[in-house]
Every structure is written in structure tokens, then in C-alpha cells.
């Protein structure tokens, strides 16, 4: 029989869907799937996706083949597309990246991998000959990156807390100082969290004279969460950036990876005059591109606000500081960088690891506090590890 | 042949493991070496399927690198890449990539791809090189 499946939003409101146009034993799956679904979402601790979003008002557009293709701020003879709507969601990002409107330029992406290899790609334009230094404790698809750009590459230690060593970094730029530096900066380790202090790296480079520079920033997580708080550490185009790459199905919350890549405008022009001979001026790393995408993340800030923004970053901080309590009262060492919702504590046993689909790396594990998280579910896992 | 260099905890049963996950898939193992530094140690290892080996000691868990990079062992202290870095730069051989693959013990290992790999084995001598 095919029974209409449903599911529920954030708001808990029930969605009907469409009678089946399938066999039955592929409605059968696509039920199976989506109960997996439903069940994984409730205890997922470890990686950092908000699953509080609801996009029903949007569902009518999926009826429709949407294509972004192309750049975002040149005209498209693709009519269904949701250009407007992307260029809004710049201007957004551009307000929290404080670079003004006028001067930035970027575009929404796949996801944060796409955004970092945009912004890693327009330093290597700008630097062909350029070195480009990341931490120990960068995510791993900036390696994929480098190697797919042929880009020269030297990893620098961590300190314990995943930031980057900064004795480690003069030392190594010190050595190859005439070489122009291109420097990926983690807003926010995937593993612990951790913000490199771009103020410090823009001194070495100062101290160094270093002339030829370029700083991409990975704030992933943290792009979404440093304009939120009252002490940021430092971030934007005014301390250093050059660009930055934010996700999308992150803080904000998505059901499609996505995110948003942003630079200067004046990197793009030299870019766009590199790609001319294709015929296109198109300065994105893509072909076709969703258009659903922007429309959801322009549609996430018009429902919430940036003050719905601030509410929810707030509470996932009071969240990760609880997390943290809650371990240590049971004895249990677990720690969280300044400004971050991710909660570093000892890695439990491969059970607890997979109930809770919990990120290990070694011998340590994250908890993420994302908005969906609750402090039930904190309590629960603290439970399981102390019981492990 | 290329060799696979495994990272490892220098425990007991760490060779079996190695040889398991081998065996499970298929892979016959040609040699197999260790190096210890510390509480951690290196798997060096040859097989009949270097690529199989490769995916399923990945797979597995295993942090495991192809002998296509360099790998050095070198002091975990301020500066020591950085005075690799300088060596190199010396005697005009670039560094295309650097990275860390484990630090412990006080050692660090790293994979270094330079773009005259006999110059950089001459420069950074064998008895760092694994």
C-alpha cells in the first residue's frame, strides 16, 4: 500500500506529501530513508549542522528548473534565476565581513569547500609564485585544494588548543620572506574550534616586511558566529581578510550544503581578465549553480534577523559553557576555545561514538552545540560518557 | 616497489593489526619494517597491491602515506622545519608541499615533496629520512 509519508518541521507542524507516483517498493525505501532520517537528526552532537530550519514557503520552488549560472552581479540570459536574491545575500555577508557593499564581491557556493578553494584560487592568481602556510589543525580538503591548484604549500604546527604556532610561522616565513605568503586562516577548526589570530599574522608579516600577501579566511563555522558576539576575536576585511568562505547549512541551517564565498571586488576584475578568452565572464568556480541555495539563506535572515542570529548564537554558547560544566562536575576534562560551541572532551568508546554520531579524532572528541542541540541531550551524552 | 609508511602507537598487536586489515582484504604483505621513537613508531611495509593496501589501512583508520613524499623524522622543537625550509632554499631546491603527519614523542613526521627529490634526500641526510 502506499501510505503518504510525513515528516515534521521546527515548528512541529506535520507536511503532507504528494501520493506516491513510484512502485511501491521504491516509496518503500524513500520511507525507510527518510525515518533514518528523522531518528539520525535527533542524536547527532558531533558535526555542526543547525536542523532547526524550515523552508516550506519555499517548497513551490522546487517545481521549477532554477539555475544561477554565471556571476551573480553580471546579467544572465538564464531567466530562471535568483541572481537579485544572491546579491542580497552578499551584501549580508559583506555587512558582517565588514567590507563595504560596494567593494566586495562573491557569490554562493556548494559549501565551505568550494568557498576556500574560490579564495585559495584568487590567492594563487594574484601570487602565482606565492608559498601558502596553513595550521596542523586546518580541515583536510585544503590539502585536496592545494594539490588541485598546484599550489605550493607548507603545514605549520598547532598549539594544544589547535591554533596555530605563531613562533613557528615567523620561523618559517622568516626563511622564505622574499616569497609572496598566502596564509589560510582557520575561523574555527573543525576539530577544536580554534581562531587564528589574524592581528598576530598580519605583525609577522609586518615584522617580516613582507610586501606580497594574501590571507584566506576558513570561517566556516565561526563566520556565523564571531559577528554575533560581544568580544570577537579578530575577523573581516578591516582586520586582514582577503576573503573568506561561510557556510551555509552550518549555524544558519539548510537540508542542501551550501555557503558563501566573499573577496574584494578589485581581485575579481584582474581574475575576470585571466578567464576573458573563454568567451564568459564568469568568475565562479562552478557552471550551473543552485538557485535554490540563495534563496534559502536570504530566506533564513528575512525570517530571523540578525537579532534572531545573535539569540541563537547566544544560547549555543550558553550551551557549549554548560556542556563543559557538566563534564567536569562528573569529572570528566572538557574544555571549548573562546567565542566557539565546540566542546572538546576524552574520545568515549566506539558505542557512545555512534549513538550520539559523535566526531572523533585520536583521543579526543567534539560535542557542537548547534541551536538544535539541547541541554537534555547534553545531560544524556555526559550520562553515557561517565557511564561508558 | 613503493613503500606505504604507516603512523603508529608503538603497542603490542600493532603489527597483527597492520597484517589483518591486509589479509582481510586480500593484500599480500612483500616486507615489513618498524621503526620506534617514543611511544610512537613507523610501519613501513611493501605489498603486491600498493594502491588496496593504501585504501584499506586508510579505511581502517590508519594514518598511511605512499613513499612518493619524503618522509622525514625530525625534532619537535621551534624552528626545526623552518631550518629544513632554510637548507633547501640554500641550495635553490623548492619545496612544492610540507606537511605534518604526526607529532609525539618529541619527534615530528613530516612529508615533504620537493621539486629535486635526490638534492633534498642529499640535504636532509638518511638518517632523518624513513
Redesign the interface.
Known amino acids: 500500500m502506499n501510505t503518504p509519508a510525513s515528516s515534521r518541521t521546527d515548528t512541529g507542524d506535520a507536511v503532507s506529501e504528494p501520493l506516491s507516483m513510484v512502485p511501491p517498493s521504491a516509496r518503500e525505501r524513500l520511507d525507510a530513508l527518510l525515518k533514518k532520517f528523522e531518528e539520525s537528526g535527533r542524536q547527532m552532537l558531533g558535526y555542526p549542522t543547525n536542523k532547526n530550519f524550515d523552508y516550506r514557503e519555499l517548497l513551490s520552488f522546487l517545481q521549477y528548473s532554477g539555475n544561477n549560472i554565471g556571476d551573480p552581479f553580471h546579467d544572465s540570459n538564464y531567466a530562471s534565476n535568483t541572481h537579485d536574491i544572491e546579491r542580497e545575500v552578499i551584501d549580508i555577508f559583506s555587512d558582517m565581513m565588514h567590507i563595504p557593499r560596494d567593494q566586495a564581491w562573491g557569490y554562493v557556493t556548494s559549501g565551505g569547500t568550494e568557498g576556500n578553494m574560490y579564495g585559495l584560487f584568487i590567492g594563487r592568481e594574484m601570487f602565482p609564485d606565492g608559498v601558502v602556510y596553513f595550521s596542523q589543525d586546518t580541515h583536510y580538503s585544503a590539502v585536496k585544494i592545494l594539490r588541485l591548484l598546484k599550489a605550493r604549500n607548507i603545514m605549520i604546527k598547532s598549539q594544544p588548543n589547535g591554533e596555530i604556532d605563531y613562533d613557528d610561522l615567523f620561523e618559517t616565513i622568516r626563511i622564505n620572506r622574499d616569497v609572496p605568503v598566502i596564509f589560510l586562516a582557520n575561523i574555527g577548526t573543525t576539530m577544536k574550534g580554534a581562531i587564528d589570530d589574524v592581528d598576530k599574522v598580519r605583525g609577522i608579516l609586518n615584522d617580516l616586511a613582507v610586501t606580497n600577501s594574501y590571507i584566506h579566511a576558513d570561517a566556516a563555522l565561526s563566520g556565523m558566529v564571531l559577528p554575533f558576539v560581544d568580544d570577537p576575536q579578530p575577523y573581516g576585511f578591516d582586520r586582514g581578510f582577503d576573503s573568506v568562505a561561510i557556510s551555509g547549512h552550518k549555524m544558519i541551517g539548510a537540508p542542501l550544503p551550501c555557503g558563501v564565498a566573499l573577496t574584494r571586488r578589485e581581485y575579481v576584475s584582474r581574475i575576470a581578465r585571466s578567464v576573458e578568452y573563454v568567451g564568459v565572464l564568469d568568475t565562479t568556480l562552478t557552471g550551473s549553480r543552485s538557485a535554490f541555495a540563495p534563496l534559502m539563506i536570504w530566506y533564513a535572515f528575512q525570517r530571523h534577523g540578525l537579532e534572531g542570529f545573535k539569540g541563537m548564537v547566544a544560547e549555543s554558547l550558553a550551551n557549549a559553557e554548560y556542556a563543559v560544566e557538566r563534564f567536569n562536575e562528573v569529572g570528566i576534562s572538557a574544555w571549548r576555545n573562546r567565542n566557539s560551541v565546540t566542546v572538546i572532551f576524552p574520545r568515549p568508546s566506539e558505542e557512545v561514538v555512534r549513538k550520539w554520531q559523535i566526531a572523533p579524532f585520536g583521543d579526543i572528541a567534539h560535542l557542537i552545540t548547534m541551536p538544535n542541540v539541547t541541554r537534555e541531550a547534553i545531560d544524556a551524552l555526559v550520562d553515557d560518557v561517565l557511564n561508558d | 616497489m613503493d613503500r606505504i609508511i604507516v603512523m603508529v602507537k608503538d603497542e603490542v598487536g600493532v603489527i597483527a593489526a597492520i597484517a589483518g586489515v591486509l589479509a582481510g582484504a586480500g593484500v599480500n604483505l612483500r616486507s615489513i619494517n618498524t621503526e620506534t621513537t617514543g611511544e610512537t613508531g613507523l610501519v613501513i611495509i611493501t605489498a603486491d597491491n600498493t594502491d588496496e593496501a593504501l585504501r584499506v589501512l586508510t579505511d581502517a583508520g590508519y594514518r598511511a602515506v605512499i613513499d612518493d613524499v619524503l618522509v622525514v623524522r625530525l625534532p ?1 622543537e ?2 626545526a ?2 631550518k629544513v ?2 637548507k633547501f ?1 640554500r641550495a635553490g631546491v ?7 603527519l604526526d ?1 609525539h614523542g618529541g619527534y ?1 613526521t613530516v612529508a615533504l615533496t620537493a621539486d629535486d627529490r635526490t638534492l633534498a634526500e642529499e640535504l636532509i641526510g638518511q638518517d632523518s629520512i624513513v
Open positions: 619537535d621551534p624552528g622545519l623552518a625550509a632554510e632554499k623548492n619545496i612544492q608541499s610540507l606537511h605534518i607529532r615530528a
